[in-house]
């Protein structure tokens, strides 16, 4: 499609923010796929204030429509993707995640072709192939709660609502923005889902996959966990927090109940008596999805008691 029968801002935006990571193959896929499809594009990069910055990622301001910059002081991960969205000149902005990969030679212009809805997200694959034990548990969470159709996420299009792979309408996100208040990992894109529902904005989901193609080891995930976790009570304990929260998040509703019922107590002793048992057990090669939701919902339940 020629750029030139589009008005200057009729266009795609592609918004990366970097941590740590190093994005060329990313950006020269997308490069070459828009390049290739004649949409008007640009692709933002953003680095976070890395401690360790890759040169591989500056030199990709070397490409046509391609621009990076590197933050003197780290804002977090809405705060970047504000940063990200001011930085874009394009009515369509597209985020998506460092550590994400293409898989698809259309995926740039199954966005374009849906640029008339307001929110398209796009979904998120894990590869077949299990990463190593120390890996794993990231994997294997993905895969069987991450790794969704369009068709299930259509069934509740706000709740499904994550960062990884998204398409917005600059309209639509210069009303709402990214709650820059939140800490931490996590929860960012929760609020930002109530607040597209709130507003009335229609949330469409297609199968227009990216792949998660680094997953953090356990460890790493254990805190990212924990700082979710945090920002997700933060989020119910607000006075303004939406009506259906609770209700949403299967693992929020359960906390809030047993409190409810007086024997959150007892869940925390149980975790703490068994934390060595269920840490080796979601180290292991063979860890337990369900073991991690009773894992998580301990940690949360504690996070509450200290509120």
Sequence with gaps: MNSSTHSATDGLSVCIPIYNYDVSRLVRALHAQATACGIPFEIVLADDCSPRPYAANEALA?????????LERNVGRAAIRNRLAGLARFDHLIFIDSDAAVVSD????????????????GGTAYSSTPPPPGQRLRWLYGRQREQITADVRNRNPYQSFITFNVMISRRIFDSIRFDETLNGYGHEDTLFGYELKRQGFEV???DNLLVHSDVCDTPTYFKCTREALANLWSIYRRPDRPDSLADDIRLLKACVRLRRW??????RAVVALAGPLIRANLMSGRPSVRLFDVYRLG????????D
Excluded: Q
Aim: without cysteine; aromatic residues 14%.
């Design 62 to 70: 070397e490409l046509s429509g391609v621009s990076y910059r590197r």
């Design 106 to 121: 259309r995926y740039l212009l199954n966005y374009w072709e849906m640029r008339h809805h307001d929110v398209v997200p």
């Design 204 to 206: 469409f989901h297609i």
């Design 262 to 267: 007086r024997v959150a107590w007892l869940l």
């Design 299 to 306: 940690l949360l339940a504690g996070i509450a008691a200290r």
